[in-house]
């Protein structure tokens, strides 16, 4: 019940709430990993990345393969700026859930963070071909294009992106691009 609440309080974005609950349940049932992954990613959120890394460590701890845990570890360590560490959880993530598009997508930023604009683009040649219609990828490498000043691919990339996107303020991102390459 706890583990529910927490979720639900998660959802409305109540995290000390959240967490309470989480805390519980971990309270009750100490090696209950998802309890760990969710306080990680309820204190990502509040962007308390540290508190983040040390809760999702315990979760690696009792569960060395969980892609999960490592994904939102990496998420907290990109919220620190700590590229290393990032590009070496979302590198574990994707060895144990091989088929983990978010965690490539996001691998390929910290590759862009780390100035390896083509190790970024093969991250995401890879994320959107597990997942063809992953407009943030998509969007992602249309920058990298840019950068690259692919036109013609940063353009296709772009207009891919605002088919599939449903988010207002992500399709005027994605607009905004075109325009500024002149394609709107």
Not at 90 to 114: Q, S
Request: charge should be positive.
């Amino acid at each position: 019940a706890y583990f529910r609440r927490g979720n639900a309080y998660f959802n409305t974005r109540e995290y000390d709430r959240a967490l309470a609950d989480y805390r519980a349940r971990l309270a009750r049932q100490p090696d209950f990993i998802e309890a760990y992954i969710n306080i990680g990613i309820t204190l990502n959120n509040k962007g308390d990345f540290d508190a983040a890394i040390a809760e999702l460590s315990k979760a690696i701890a009792l569960k060395a393969d969980s892609a999960d845990a490592y994904y939102q570890r990496a998420i907290a360590a990109l919220g620190k700026q700590d590229y290393d560490r990032a590009l070496d959880d979302f590198t574990f993530a994707i060895k144990y859930k091989p088929t983990f598009a978010e965690a490539y997508r996001n691998r390929a930023v910290v590759y862009y963070f780390k100035r390896d604009v083509d190790r970024a683009i093969d991250d995401l040649n890879l994320a959107i071909q597990i997942k063809p219609d992953y407009a943030d990828a998509l969007y992602t490498r249309g920058i990298l294009w840019r950068v690259k000043n692919q036109r013609d691919a940063a353009i296709a990339d772009f207009n891919r992106a605002l088919e599939l996107a449903t988010n207002p303020n992500f399709r005027q991102q994605i607009e905004d691009q075109l325009r500024a390459l002149g394609a709107r």
